[in-house]
């Protein structure tokens, strides 16, 4: 009878060593990947609350009694202050730095100086858009 005896040659040795080295290597690219992939839709989801939280802070009524920019009111009953950036009136755009307080109301003719106006009113607070209902 005879013995057998279970020895690994060098070759089996080194080829599990090479598999491990591979597994490792790839390993690493892995991560990161998932690693910038999760922090780009954590970064997407932060920016849509942020904007919801804006939208639930920020309360604009335009409030328009006649065509005229001197009977044209804005009215800020939100809890936060509003920073008109822009009033688009037609095909017209206004950059302007308007600061609207909390509570506040004041004639659009003070931001955009009078004007007559016959096309719906966008304005730009805060970087979200608002319209006249």
Request: no cysteine.
């Amino acid at each position: 009878m005879k013995f057998v005896r279970n020895r690994k040659g060098a070759s089996e040795i080194f080829s599990a060593l090479l598999v491990t080295i591979i597994v490792l290597s790839l390993s690493g690219p892995l991560l990161y990947y998932y690693h910038e992939i999760n922090s780009a839709e954590k970064t997407t989801t932060n920016q849509l609350i942020s904007n919801e939280i804006l939208q639930l802070e920020i309360k604009i009524k335009i409030i328009k009694l006649s065509n005229s920019t001197s009977n044209i009111y804005v009215y800020n009953y939100g809890s936060l202050n509003a920073n008109i950036q822009e009033v688009i009136i037609g095909k017209s755009i206004f950059r302007t730095s308007f600061e609207l307080d909390s509570g506040s109301l004041t004639a659009l003719s003070a931001i955009i100086g009078n004007r007559t106006v016959t096309t719906p009113i966008i304005l730009k607070i805060n970087g979200l858009y608002f319209t006249e209902s």
